[in-house]
């Protein structure tokens, strides 16, 4: 049974850090690529990073180019999204998913394999 955990979400003030994991079972970790969403309330999930397979590629979203990082250990079976400079509109539930493919990175929903539950992360002004 494929199991996917986040954790580390929670409230922090504009211009604060946070840092996402996810811990990953039940699957073989370093065949995936992995990628994080948000979903805020009253829109529809959006891709916000990936890592690909080899962890020789990433892709950000426009919106958090530059502040976020995506990272993988797969040694630890954990992918980890480092959240710097952050803003309200960064305020959502965030997603991990695991995405089966050899090469690359993909930013769209249907393409991820398998999903974790979300953690909520709240950017107050």
């Known amino acids: 049974q494929v199991q996917l955990v986040e954790s580390g979400g929670g409230l922090v003030q504009a211009?604060?850090?946070l840092?996402?994991?996810c811990g990953a079972s039940?699957?073989?970790?370093?065949?995936?690529a992995w990628g994080w969403f948000r979903r805020a309330p009253g829109?529809?999930?959006?891709?916000?990073?990936?890592?690909?397979?080899l962890g020789d590629s990433t892709y950000y979203s426009d919106s958090v180019k530059g502040r976020f990082t995506i990272s993988r250990d797969n040694a630890k079976n954990t992918v980890v999204l480092q959240m710097n400079s952050l803003?309200?509109?960064?305020?959502?539930?965030?997603y991990c998913?695991?995405?089966?493919r050899a090469f690359g990175t993909s930013s769209?929903?249907?393409d991820y394999d398998y999903w974790g539950q979300?953690?909520?992360v709240t950017v107050s002004s």
């Open 43 to 53: 829109k529809q999930r959006e891709f916000v990073a990936a890592t690909s397979s």
């Open 118 to 120: 979300g953690t909520q």
């Open 97 to 100: 998913a695991a995405d089966l």
């Open 19 to 21: 840092r996402l994991s």
């Open 15 to 17: 211009g604060g850090s």
């Open 108 to 110: 769209k929903n249907g």
């Open 26 to 32: 039940g699957l073989t970790f370093s065949l995936y």
């Open 87 to 94: 803003k309200p509109d960064d305020t959502a539930v965030y």
